[in-house]
């Protein structure tokens, strides 16, 4: 015992800069409390705008005589753009800094929001035009989760990483919640412009007040600096996409995201037009309300069990069947018309998208 506490940790030069880049580009405590409380909101807002055109897509096909295909279509147009700015906006935060990937892809996805409804009103070719305001949409937000992921393995010490993910995964909840509220109050009350204009304009605020506090003058952040051990190239990128474990999560996040995605774009029609008369407020508030104590019972659970023993492979595969499997049996239900009660149809569709939070602990877990 006595000949352990002797023992030294022995740390080459390569360790020592290693350590010396990250120690030099993390936020000090009080800064990354501020940062953590503008991201969750960020994180609230962006999800607000994400669901604006979902939530308006029953009255905007109404006005503009658009059929199921072309609804489709335009609620699609986002992910086609989505996806192709993934792994350029964790390159570019990683070059750039994510604060100011952040920050402009933010200010200009708030004016396409607030653009939208001027697009639609100002020409005739309205649904080409919607479907690019879409896309447009998709591939300035797809850079807000690399960007997140660049800065929480940058800024934030290693033992509070976990923590702020997980705040910005409850703010996505929090977002479509309060979408669905403004929606519901908005659509009755005005027109279906009043969301984009009233989304845009809150998160234009937003980059006003990071730009103001955090990004202008002397609290500008210093620029990310990475060693030449942990500088992405070609080769280790190659090399990752050889092995198995890379692409069976990338299957497994392409499932969830295909069911969270469809319930996110075509609940609120689905409701509509099964149930024209029952109250908005309830089917675009109570599904994803249910998604909050969800996934904290969810992460609370599998915390337990891996302290009881199990292998946190093991649970990674546990939430991961009921997140796509169990979740996709309560929609696979609705399909087969068995149960045609608006009621029945609340409640199974408010357990899948709760069942659907439980993949949130195998993405945060380390």
């Given amino acids: 015992m006595a000949g352990s506490l002797l023992k030294h940790k022995i740390y080459t030069d390569t360790q020592c800069n290693n350590e010396e880049f990250r120690n030099r580009n993390l936020w000090p405590r009080p800064l990354a409390r501020k940062w953590t409380f503008m991201l969750f909101v960020g994180t609230c807002l962006l999800y607000c705008a994400r669901t604006t055109m979902p939530i308006c897509a029953v009255t905007?096909?109404?006005?503009?005589?658009?059929?199921?295909?072309?609804s489709g279509l335009v609620l699609g147009g986002f992910y086609w753009g989505y996806c192709f700015t993934q792994i350029l906006g964790g390159y570019a935060s990683d070059k750039l800094g994510g604060e100011r990937v952040l920050f402009i892809s933010t200010t200009l996805w708030a004016l396409t929001t607030c653009a939208t409804p001027l697009l639609a009103e100002l020409s005739s070719h309205t649904f080409a035009l919607m479907i690019m305001a879409r896309s447009l949409m998709g591939v300035l937000q797809g850079v807000f989760f690399p960007s997140l992921a660049s800065l929480c393995s940058q800024r934030v010490v290693e033992g509070e990483r976990g923590f702020l993910m997980s705040t910005m995964h409850s703010g996505c909840y929090l977002g479509t919640?309060?979408?669905?509220?403004?929606?519901s109050i908005m659509l009755d009350s005005y027109s279906w412009k009043s969301m984009f204009y009233c989304t845009g304009f809150l998160s234009i605020l937003w980059s006003l007040l990071v730009?103001?506090?955090?990004?202008?003058?002397?609290?500008?952040?210093?620029?990310l600096e990475m060693s030449s051990s942990s500088a992405w190239t070609w080769s280790r990128l190659l090399s990752l996409l050889k092995k198995p474990p890379v692409w069976s999560m990338v299957f497994a996040h392409m499932c969830i995201a295909c069911t969270s995605n469809t319930l996110m774009s075509w609940l609120p029609t689905y409701f509509k037009e099964s149930f024209p008369h029952a109250t908005g407020w309830t089917y675009n508030l109570i599904p994803w309300l249910t998604a909050i104590p969800s996934a904290l019972s969810g992460g609370y659970v599998s915390d337990f069990l891996v302290k009881q023993g199990y292998s946190i492979s093991a649970m990674r595969k546990i939430m991961q069947f009921f997140a796509m499997g169990a979740s996709s049996l309560f929609i696979m239900v609705l399909c087969g018309g068995m149960f045609t009660s608006f009621n029945s149809a609340l409640a199974f569709l408010s357990i899948a998208v709760g069942l659907t939070t439980f993949t949130s602990w195998y993405v945060y877990s380390r």
């Fill in 60 to 70: 905007m096909a109404a006005t503009f005589h658009w059929s199921k295909i072309d």
């Fill in 177 to 183: 919640l309060l979408a669905g509220g403004m929606g």
């Fill in 211 to 223: 730009w103001q506090c955090f990004l202008r003058g002397d609290v500008t952040p210093a620029p």
